[in-house]
């Protein structure tokens, strides 16, 4: 696996737990700001074929 790779995933698992504790403490910013965060990362791994289904992400990454 590709130093990149490694960073995306980090920064994907980075961002979906971010957004799990803004959904947690009910803060609409921060979850609207993971949420487009997570999305763009997401479309960042599919372009460049990284796999990120053994990160267990939920629905709310897209």
Known sequence: ???FE???REQVAEAY???QEAQAEDEPGA???YSQRMGYLV???EEHGV???ELELSA???
Do not use: C, P, Q, Y
């Open 1 to 3: 696996m590709s130093e």
């Open 60 to 62: 709310h990454a897209r």
């Open 17 to 19: 737990r971010a957004l």
């Open 43 to 45: 479309e960042i791994a």
């Open 31 to 33: 979850i609207k700001a």
């Open 6 to 8: 490694n960073e995306l």
């Open 51 to 53: 796999d990120l289904a």
